[in-house]
């Protein structure tokens, strides 16, 4: 059974920088598609970043780009989410979530999922 542990989260100015992580286990970790969604209080949960099996494809929201970068080390079994120039509106929990195959931009087609991880940006 995959598992998914998130870890980096936490209190941050606005302005100021998060390199979020998550560990993979369970299964052969190039074999997935990972993603980073994130979730506000009263929000749905959205697609914040997607990385292919190989890190040669990738996506972004248009919220993120230019400020957040998602990597993937195969060899660390551990996908990133480097998060720059934070704004209060990126306060949200940050779940990691895998899936077989190709990158998805819908919450629905990721198997796996982890606890998320809580980002709080103050003003």
């Known amino acids: 059974q995959v598992q998914l542990v998130e870890s980096g989260g936490g209190l941050v100015q606005a302005g100021g920088s998060l390199r979020l992580s998550c560990l993979h286990s369970?299964?052969?970790?190039?074999?997935?598609?990972m993603a980073w969604f994130r979730q506000a209080p009263g929000k749905e949960r959205d697609l914040v970043a997607a990385i292919n099996w190989s890190g040669s494809n990738t996506y972004y929201a248009d919220s993120v780009k230019g400020r957040f970068t998602i990597s993937r080390d195969n060899a660390k079994n551990t996908v990133y989410l480097q998060m720059n120039s934070l704004k209060p509106e990126d306060t949200a929990v940050y779940y990691c979530?895998?899936?077989?195959?190709?990158?998805?931009?819908?919450?629905?087609?990721?198997?796996?999922w982890g606890q998320g991880t809580q980002v709080t940006v103050s003003s």
């Open positions: 369970g299964g052969t970790f190039s074999s997935y598609a």
């Open positions: 979530a895998a899936r077989i195959s190709r990158v998805a931009v819908k919450l629905e087609r990721y198997d796996y």
